[in-house]
């Protein structure tokens, strides 16, 4: 990279962060105090759920914040070298160009639920055993790219299939910006592979439709208790073999719409209870957010998607060569194994740029 290829990055990366939200470190540091002030008041710990969601943003935000005081300081260090100067520190330089953009997709995530947690649905699709086992692989994909994010993954509820296979999983996905960066991946996900569950060894379509919900406050969204059917039942394995022996799962059916949410993570009744009421929510919540969307003459990205060829948006190929290609943006890796291992930085961040 040359001295003044160098100089142009730095000079593009001092535009781009005066410009954004990024440069409101201000704005992050009144928030800090204002939750701060709050966490004070010896009231807060009377409502636990509401001291804990506080503690949670305010470590977020704390993280946030000197993350963009340390790229504004080596900014500043940068911008203040001559050329010569900053050509024996090249390396550093392309590694804080890196480091920037990836940071700089959460310029783009302005979105009303984009800073908080999200809810991952995977349903396997066509493809049977295959389709099944694909799912689990998606599942572990998001784990470890959440992992790689620093935020949690609790598995609220899951269907198993044939041989271990996934029908459905639901995910609560915690962190600063979990919904914003998974928001983008709602859609069909297609893999071609030989099928291990193949005798003859033959090349295989999978597909798996993933849906993605920011995480509500059901308290926040109107719902009249006798509008709901509460059922309890079992915890239960792969092969549908019961793992409690008390009924400690809870499923709530919400009956004007037929929306029926199950959770069987939780050690306790209440606590799948508790975490059910959530997930309904976020689905009614996705309901009259898809109602106004229509009436504008859009529609929602995976609300009505068939799980089949041809409604794609991101292709995974093992063989008979490898590469992913996300389909809306073009973007593609010849590495699978690495992608299949949360490795979706490009993939996400692109999408996020070209859709807000």
Do not use: C
Request: hydrophobic content about 35%; glycine content about 8%; charged content about 30%.
């Amino acid at each position: 990279m040359s001295e003044n290829t160098l100089r142009q990055k730095i000079e593009d990366i001092k535009y781009r962060f005066r410009a954004s939200r990024m440069s409101d470190i201000d704005g992050i540091s009144t928030r800090i105090d204002d939750i701060e002030l709050e966490m004070q008041s010896p009231d807060i710990w009377k409502d636990h759920q509401r001291a804990g969601k506080l503690s949670k943003e305010l470590n977020e935000l704390k993280e946030e914040y000197d993350f963009w005081r340390n790229l504004e300081g080596q900014l500043g260090e940068f911008l203040n070298l001559d050329d010569s100067q900053l050509e024996k520190k090249a390396d550093e330089v392309k590694e804080f160009v890196v480091e920037f953009n990836r940071a700089y997709a959460k310029v783009f995530l302005s979105g009303k639920y984009d800073k908080g947690d999200a809810l991952l649905y995977i349903y396997a699709g066509a493809g049977g055993v295959d389709a099944q086992d694909w799912a689990g692989m998606l599942l572990q994909m998001y784990r470890y790219y959440s992992e790689n994010k620093g935020w949690d993954f609790y598995i609220l509820d899951r269907s198993f299939g044939d041989q271990d296979g996934l029908k459905t999983a639901v995910v609560e996905v915690g962190g600063r910006y979990a919904y914003g960066y998974l928001k983008g991946e709602a859609g069909v996900h297609r893999l071609v592979r030989i099928s291990p569950f193949s005798a003859k060894k033959l090349r295989h379509t999978s597909f798996a439709l993933v849906d993605v919900l920011p995480v509500m406050d059901s308290a926040k969204i109107n719902i009249d208790p006798k509008d709901l059917r509460i059922e309890t039942f079992r915890s239960s394995g792969p092969g549908g073999q019961n793992v409690n022996k008390v009924e400690t799962a809870v499923r709530i059916t919400h009956e004007p719409t037929g929306i029926s949410v199950a959770v069987q993570a939780g050690r306790s009744q209440a606590q799948n209870k508790e975490k059910a009421m959530q997930l309904l929510a976020s689905k009614l919540n996705k309901i009259m957010e898809e109602t106004k969307v229509k009436e504008l003459g859009e529609l929602s990205k995976a609300s009505s998607t068939e799980i089949e060829w041809g409604s794609q948006i991101r292709s995974y190929v093992l063989n008979p060569y490898k590469l992913v290609k996300d389909h809306r943006t073009g973007i593609e890796s010849h590495k699978p194994e690495e992608v299949l291992e949360g490795n979706l930085d490009e993939f996400v961040e692109a999408e996020i740029q070209k859709t807000e």
